[in-house]
């Protein structure tokens, strides 16, 4: 007797059709064309992902950057200051502490400078 994949097929149309229900016209309805968006969709969520990493780092060091330069300093000299300190905070909390917390960033950057003079 053969094998009949009826119930097997039927699921994996409708896993595929609930994957793109809210899809425009025919990608929502149409099997072959609601794959090949899907097909597209995952790889742009994909690489969104990895993007958005990238974004919020700028952010943050966009942030870091205006606050240092309000207190005489560059971004630049600021991070080698903290390095050479052996200050092992990174850019997302120096930019919540230059939001949030200019007390405590002030201090950061004291610390920077203090590492930058010459000995």
């Known amino acids: 007797m053969r094998v009949k994949k009826g119930a097997a097929s039927r699921r994996a149309k409708k896993r595929v059709l ?6 425009w016209g025919g990608r929502h309805k149409l099997i072959r064309t609601a794959k090949e968006t899907l097909i597209r969709a995952r790889a742009y969520a994909f690489a969104g992902r990895k993007e958005r990493k990238r974004d919020f780092r700028a952010l943050w060091i966009t942030r870091i950057n205006a606050a240092v330069r ?29 939001v949030s917390d200019a007390k405590a960033f002030e201090e950061l950057v004291a610390l920077a400078k203090k590492q930058l003079q010459p000995a």
């Open 70 to 98: 309000a207190l005489g300093m560059t971004y630049n000299r600021f991070i080698e200051g903290l390095t050479k300190a052996k200050v092992a905070i990174d850019r997302k909390m120096l930019a919540e502490l230059a």
């Open 18 to 23: 609930k994957a793109a229900s809210g899809y």
